[in-house]
């Protein structure tokens, strides 16, 4: 994507009037509409996915096509949604902050490059990420986060069900998220209120029955995600390493088949409360672990998780390593 070819769009809100109930009614109907009068002619400039993803099958209008840009790997791995407000409160993009971070240990995060809470969880889980764009691919949306979304390109996955010259519509925002929720395995929506774009994300999450999740907050903040935990469709994130622990770690292994990362998940989550006398210090392990030999030298967690696999995320998990930004080192 080189940036003599690029065009900039600008990002807004997305809100309406409507209650709860009537929000995961009738929102998003429009989205699974073909696109009509605004469907491209040319051909995308771009490779298509040879077959859609099985997960997207189960949409009631999947996409005709998926045009990428990226790592195509982040498809087989176990996918985790994480969209929201454009508007976040502090808490809020603290905790997302937090919570990719420690998603993307094990899978993918799923998002749509807006502004606040998605881009937010894509920064996070760098290159652990995969962009749904409300656009074609050579079109940057929204320009806001351009820096970012040329690090998804390079680094991680885009896709987009749009060819080439597609500038976003009021529905494409719709649209977009029918491919975020149907692409995951499960739905994370940290902030949003009723007059919203994220309670379209609630709908698809609830009509395909996707696990919904969402952090608590105050009385008459996140009026939607309240909604959604008093009613019984979403459940809150309490604790993060918790979370991860019980709903990310085991069903991303069971989802790439590796038993053994499994089973050595459970061990290693019974070695976080052991004392430290009792494991050693690791530092001390450094000159006879290629691993942790390798990690003293700071590399990317790109090139250590594809030097060494799944035992990287072993070695995170028990205390061994330390991941920062897009890094890992010895602790």
Known sequence: MGESSLKFGGESAFDSAESLESVLES???????????NESTSDSPFPRLD???????????????LFYKGDLSLLDSFKVAIVGTRAP??????????LSAA?????????GGALGVDIIAHTHALPRTIMIAPSSLEIIYPRENAKMIEKIAHTALILSEYEKGYMPHKYSFLERNRLVVGLSDIVILPQGDLKSGTSSSAKFATALKKPIFTLPHRYNESTLTNALLASGKAEAIYNIDDFVEKYIAPNACRHCGNLEATEAIHHLSSLRDEPTARRGNPKNNIESDEILTFCAKRPSFEDAFAKFGNKILEYEFSGLL???????RTK
């Open 89 to 98: 409160n502090p808490y809020t993009k603290a905790l997302t902050a937090e």
């Open 103 to 111: 998603i993307a240990k094990y899978a993918v995060v799923v998002s």
């Open 27 to 37: 929102r998003c109907d429009s989205a699974e509409s073909k696109h009509e009068s």
């Open 322 to 328: 330390v991941r920062e930004n897009n890094t890992i």
């Open 51 to 65: 077959s859609l993803p099985q997960s997207l099958l189960a949409l009631k209008k999947p996409p005709k096509n």
